[in-house]
Structure formats: C-alpha cells, structure tokens
C-alpha cells in the first residue's frame, strides 16, 4: 500500500498513529463489497474515491473522509474498543444513561460534575465489561430508542445537549443491555437497583 499512498496520506495516517499496512485498497470496488472487505481483513481505513470537500481519499469503514474529520476514527476505535459499557442512574432527574468508558468511577465523578443532562448525583448501577463496546452501547439504545430523551446542560462554558439518555426502569436498560452484550458477565451492579425503577 505505501507506494500508492501520497507523503501527505502516509502522513495523516501516522499522525494517527496508522500505517500503510492499515489501509484497505477501496479504489475501482462497489461499496457494499468493500465495506464487508475491509472488516474481513480487519483493516482501519480505506483508500477510495476522492472527497468533494478537499479531494481526500482515506475514508473510514463507513465511507467518510477521515480528513476532513477524524472523529470518525475516534468514534470508529471507541465502536470497537474493549471497555465497560454501563448503565448509570441520576434520582434526581429520574433518568438512566447507558455509555462506554474504562473508568467507572472516574466518568461517574465526571457525569456528576459536568451535571450531564442537567443532574449533579449520577451514580454507576451496572456495568460490563465486553469487545466491541460501542457496537453494543449502539445497539442497547437502539432497542430502547422508544424511552430515548435529551436535556441540556453546561459544559466549560457552552450548553450542550445530553444524549444518551432514557426515561426508563433500571430493569429496561439491564435487560436490553445484558442481551445485546450476549455472554459477558457483569463486574457489578448496586445493591438496591430498586430505586431506579423509574416509569415514564
């Protein structure tokens, strides 16, 4: 791959801590196909048609230029990255929110202090520890999309909208979590989880 990658390709890529053995070769390929190539070679990026902003061709598994934005790839590695994905409570506001993170306590003590989604008493209920976590963190929401709601809140400075969160039962949340993780165990879970039993 490294002599059909330009300098100013193979410089992106190893800003980002990429090479060329990291580049599925995309060009004169149907996407559908490419698409299941590139994760059957496990591949990170995909060197394809050039963009419409900039005319870059490194694209990432869902044919987006890496480029023009590489939160692509941070949200690419956090989709596949081995972590928890938990499930914390606010009685306050009477909302769960399932998210991924290495540190439990530390993103509890970070939810608590950026008052995320407008509460200051987050507490950790649940978590598992699995492959693939944003893929299973997806695909919990999107079995529980129905109890999904948004509230603002302040972050240095600026207000931010809080997504990821559920008007739900604790017990909603674990069931769709716990299935869509598949034969993980839990690391742990509260002692009274009957407190957030919330109803809509």
Same mark, same amino acid.
């Given at each position: 791959?490294? =002599?059909?990658?330009?300098? /100013?390709?193979?410089? @992106?890529?190893? $800003?980002?801590?990429?090479?060329? =053995?990291d580049v599925?070769d995309a060009?004169?390929?149907?996407?559908?196909?490419? +698409? *299941?190539?590139?994760?059957?070679?496990?591949?990170?990026?995909?060197?394809?048609? *050039?963009?419409?902003?900039?005319?870059?061709?490194?694209?990432?598994?869902?044919?987006?230029?890496?480029?023009? =934005?590489?939160?692509?790839?941070?949200?690419?590695?956090?989709?596949?990255?081995?972590?928890?994905?938990?499930?914390?409570?606010?009685?306050?506001?009477?909302?769960?929110?399932? /998210?991924?993170?290495?540190?439990?306590?530390?993103?509890?003590?970070?939810?608590?202090?950026?008052?995320? /989604? /407008?509460?200051? %008493?987050?507490?950790?209920? @649940?978590?598992?520890?699995?492959?693939?976590?944003?893929a299973v963190?997806?695909?919990?929401? %999107?079995?529980?999309?129905?109890?999904?709601?948004?509230?603002?809140?302040?972050?240095?400075?600026?207000?931010?909208?809080?997504?990821?969160?559920?008007?739900?039962?604790?017990?909603?949340?674990?069931?769709?979590?716990?299935?869509?993780?598949? =034969?993980?165990?839990?690391?742990? $879970?509260?002692?009274?989880?009957?407190?957030?039993? +919330? $109803? *809509?």
């Amino acid at each position: 791959m490294k =002599d059909v990658l330009t300098e /100013g390709e193979l410089r @992106f890529l190893a $800003s980002q801590g990429l090479g060329p =053995d990291d580049v599925f070769d995309a060009r004169r390929l149907p996407q559908w196909y490419w +698409f *299941r190539c590139i994760e059957e070679e496990g591949k990170t990026v995909a060197l394809g048609g *050039r963009c419409k902003k900039a005319g870059h061709r490194l694209r990432s598994r869902k044919g987006h230029c890496v480029q023009c =934005d590489t939160r692509k790839l941070a949200f690419q590695a956090r989709y596949r990255a081995e972590q928890y994905v938990y499930i914390a409570g606010s009685l306050s506001a009477k909302l769960i929110k399932i /998210g991924t993170c290495v540190d439990t306590q530390q993103r509890e003590r970070q939810l608590c202090a950026e008052r995320y /989604g /407008g509460a200051g %008493d987050w507490q950790m209920i @649940f978590a598992i520890w699995v492959k693939n976590a944003g893929a299973v963190e997806q695909s919990a929401h %999107d079995r529980l999309s129905r109890y999904a709601v948004t509230r603002d809140y302040w972050k240095d400075g600026l207000q931010q909208a809080g997504i990821e969160l559920l008007e739900c039962a604790f017990s909603e949340a674990k069931k769709a979590l716990t299935e869509v993780a598949g =034969d993980c165990d839990a690391s742990w $879970s509260i002692r009274y989880p009957a407190k957030y039993e +919330f $109803s *809509r």
